[in-house]
């Protein structure tokens, strides 16, 4: 009951409570549980009466409000490390009641410019095979984010299939073809410069990508309890002007402790290398970490190795390592507010790869020294006018060399 818009198989399709069946307290909750997943309506509820004139029967009634899938969008927004963020799009999650998603968007920030189109038909077979196409085009100033100089432009299309294997894991395939033109700046230091020099500044690739993912979420946005795992590889495939890999695993869990107080704890590992004629990872595809979505306390992106330019910026690197520990709960008195969170947190992590000594390229000497450390409080708020996040983190480590910032926020991008 309540679907005005979506069309009634798109909610059938979740259904785990088969009609004619025996009664599943398990399978009943599973299909809330799907239906609230969607993201299409603000609360689902259940009713169980029983059939008139029986003993042994019930009807099974979903009740759903539905909520608007659909944002025609222009707006403004703010980050300490990217500027004013200029942003429209035209996204629908779910088209004329389909459950198709079609996204279409544009970004401008000091940072990058980025032009993008998605497509997505998450049940392409009944058996709830997934099929989607994207493109994008993108320039990025890499100087703009606190980094090394230098410029990228990336124009890649691409299709990605999704498998379900059961009630809650996938496994997703997906090919694209990508042009990128790197340029040094009039400031590059000698790793771009020399890179460049060697390698060349455009070059086609054909990223091949694998992952699985399981989630037990209760809510895709402020979960409560549940869990989810992800594990994704990418490599470029022979044939590839630059061939290399990245491969990630993470892990996040939330557990409910209490009426209204949650645990999250969450951790996460990246790598990658090159293969074939490159011996390391190019370095705009390089790891960052730092900031209001890494360790806060530690401005954006300059935690790791710096390249050896005048005023030596964060270079990145090909391992990153992050943790983190938080305590959520809901304003004071105002728990009835769903739009906003409150932490306190724990955080840890780690961004390891070459750096140059002498002129020469030298692989890391990995250390658990090397770990930085923030503890702090955030607020987390999904605003009408796009998602805002506020931090103040205290460093338990830092050093001479180490770009502290206590007080970070971003406006306008998700968390």
């Not at 990658?272 to 011996?279: C, D, H, S, T």
Request: net charge neutral; hydrophobic share 35%.
């Amino acid at each position: 009951q309540g679907n005005t818009k979506t069309r009634d198989a798109v909610l059938r399709r979740e259904m785990r409570q088969m009609e004619n069946a025996w009664a599943s307290s398990v399978h009943i909750e599973r299909s809330k549980a799907r239906l609230n997943r969607l993201g299409y309506f603000e609360n689902v509820g259940i009713e169980t009466p029983l059939v008139p004139g029986t003993r042994d029967q019930m009807d099974l009634v979903y009740s759903v409000s539905e909520k608007s899938s659909g944002n025609l969008s222009a707006g403004l927004g703010y980050s300490q490390t990217q500027g004013i963020i200029y942003n429209a799009s035209v996204t629908q999650d779910n088209m004329f009641g389909s459950g198709k998603r079609v996204s279409l968007s544009f970004n401008r920030s000091d940072v990058s410019t980025m032009y993008s189109f998605g497509y997505t038909n998450p049940y392409f077979t009944r058996d709830g095979v997934s099929l989607g196409y994207n493109m994008l085009y993108r320039q990025t100033d890499a100087q703009q984010a606190n980094i090394s100089n230098y410029l990228t432009d990336v124009a890649s299309a691409g299709i990605n299939l999704g498998f379900p294997i059961n009630e809650s894991q996938r496994f997703n395939l997906g090919f694209d073809v990508k042009q990128t033109t790197v340029k040094a700046g009039s400031f590059s230091p000698s790793e771009v410069s020399n890179w460049i020099a060697e390698n060349g500044e455009s070059f086609l690739t054909f990223p091949f990508s694998v992952g699985w993912v399981r989630d037990t979420l209760d809510k895709p946005v402020f979960s409560n309890e549940g869990s989810q795992q992800r594990i994704s590889a990418m490599v470029t495939l022979p044939g590839s002007d630059l061939e290399f890999f990245k491969v990630s695993v993470k892990d996040r869990h939330y557990f409910p402790l209490a009426k209204d107080l949650v645990l999250k704890v969450m951790g996460s590992a990246s790598y990658g290398k090159g293969y074939g004629k490159i011996k390391d990872l190019p370095f705009f595809e390089n790891y960052f970490a730092g900031g209001v979505n890494s360790v806060r306390g530690f401005r954006d992106n300059t935690l790791g190795p710096k390249d050896s330019g005048v005023d030596s910026r964060p270079f990145g690197g090909n391992i990153k390592i992050l943790g983190n520990a938080e305590l959520l709960f809901p304003i004071p008195f105002m728990s009835d507010v769903e739009s906003v969170r409150l932490g306190v947190f724990f955080d840890i992590g780690t961004l390891q790869g070459p750096y140059q000594s002498n002129g020469v390229m030298v692989s890391p000497n990995f250390k658990f020294a090397d770990f930085k450390y923030s503890t702090g409080m955030a607020a987390q708020w999904l605003s009408p006018f796009g998602a805002l996040q506020v931090s103040y983190a205290m460093p338990l480590n830092d050093d001479e060399n180490d770009e502290v910032q206590m007080f970070q926020f971003s406006f306008g991008s998700q968390f």
